[in-house]
């Protein structure tokens, strides 16, 4: 008796969710999309791997500042 119930309880959801399918008129249909997104990069071998190896510059806050004053760019400071 038990089974019976949970086949019949497993059916009326089956039923629902194929009525809710059916209610849906967007299935199926083309959508509309805007352009795709795209972005020019560099080629790979322009890029650098950093790892525990790699010896890098140290940097300082004035050393920063100065860098993104100088392309124009806001640091975290100028942003509010």
Do not use: W
């Not at 949970?6 to 199926?28: E, H, M, P």
């Not at 990069?41 to 300082?60: F, G």
């Not at 004053?69 to 100028?78: A, H, R």
């Amino acid at each position: 008796m038990h089974s019976a119930v949970l086949c019949q309880a497993r059916i009326k959801s089956v039923q629902s969710r194929l009525q809710d399918y059916d209610r849906n008129f967007n299935c199926g249909q083309p959508v509309g999309l805007g352009k795709e997104y795209t972005m020019e990069l560099p080629a790979a071998t322009a890029y650098k791997d950093l790892n525990s190896q790699s010896v890098v510059q140290q940097l300082t806050p004035h050393a920063v500042d100065s860098y993104m004053t100088s392309v124009d760019k806001k640091t975290g400071k100028d942003l509010h």
